[in-house]
């Protein structure tokens, strides 16, 4: 029932960025480099914001089970106002080298100029994993 009720919402979400016109996308999101997050555990993540509302992702880490790594990319959509910057990527949107499906994943972030401070979540295998990450 609550994977349902992420999906629903995720899917609202994605929809409201979708309307947003393109003037929303902040020039310093979209700088010629990716913002990175590295993990302790080995596990990275890069969001490229590539204008229009669009945002790839990058993501290498532990698989499900915590047996092996697999590295996944995958594409949403974004918003901005202010420093508040809000991030959807729809189930499936992408692959990864493990042969799964991109995950859902949704994230707010506070934009310092220097940092992206995203607190979300994801759903993989049909478990909700929180996301707290700082991109650099």
């Not at 996308?25 to 990175?36: K, M, N």
């Not at 859902?104 to 929180?130: P, R």
């Amino acid at each position: 029932m609550r994977t349902t009720n992420m999906s629903a919402a995720i899917a609202l979400a994605a929809l409201a960025i979708a309307a947003l016109p393109g003037a929303a996308a902040a020039d310093s999101l979209t700088r010629s480099g990716c913002w990175t997050s590295h993990l302790d555990s080995g596990a990275r993540r890069t969001m490229c914001f590539v204008g229009s509302g669009r945002v790839k992702m990058n993501n290498r880490n532990q698989t499900s089970d915590g047996k092996s790594w697999s590295s996944c990319e995958w594409t949403g959509l974004y918003a901005q106002t202010d420093n508040k910057v809000t991030v959807a990527f729809a189930p499936s949107s992408g692959k990864c080298s493990n042969g799964a499906a991109s995950p859902q994943w949704a994230a707010t972030c506070n934009f310092s100029g220097d940092d992206l401070d995203c607190e979300g979540s994801s759903i993989v295998d049909g478990k909700i994993y929180e996301v707290n990450l700082t991109f650099k």
